[in-house]
């Protein structure tokens, strides 16, 4: 879990601060478009974290990554808002565009990034 504040001191940070801090955590695979879509909209409130996992096939590494979050596995996918009956289970995060989180059930995952 991570928790953003506004700003309203307006005394910024950069990205390569907060990645070194990240770091010194060992959260080392966050997975960043997620986080920066926190950052974009800072809630003051605790918020899952995704983190990066592999995603395999055949036995080979894919380009894609899937996220791991509260638990559960999600394929990050760009999409449209879905309908309801579709969009069940679906976590979305917003950011520059909105980035939405299909669940996958856990045989998928071959092995973490």
């Known amino acids: 879990m991570v928790t953003v504040y506004p700003d309203v001191y307006k005394q910024g940070s950069s990205l390569g601060q907060l990645e ?3 770091q010194d955590r060992g959260w080392d695979k966050v997975y960043w478009p ?3 879509g926190i950052l974009e909209e800072p809630a003051g409130s605790a918020q899952l974290l ?3 996992l592999a995603v395999h096939l055949n036995g080979s590494r894919l380009e894609i990554a899937a996220v791991e979050a509260g638990g559960h596995s999600y394929m990050p996918i760009e999409a449209p808002p879905l309908p309801a009956r579709a969009a069940e289970g679906v976590r979305r995060y917003n950011g520059e565009k909105s980035i939405f989180f299909a669940p996958l059930p856990p045989p998928i995952w ?3 990034a």
């Open 20 to 22: 070194e801090e990240l």
């Open 34 to 36: 997620a986080l920066l």
């Open 50 to 52: 995704p983190t990066e």
């Open 110 to 112: 071959n092995s973490r």
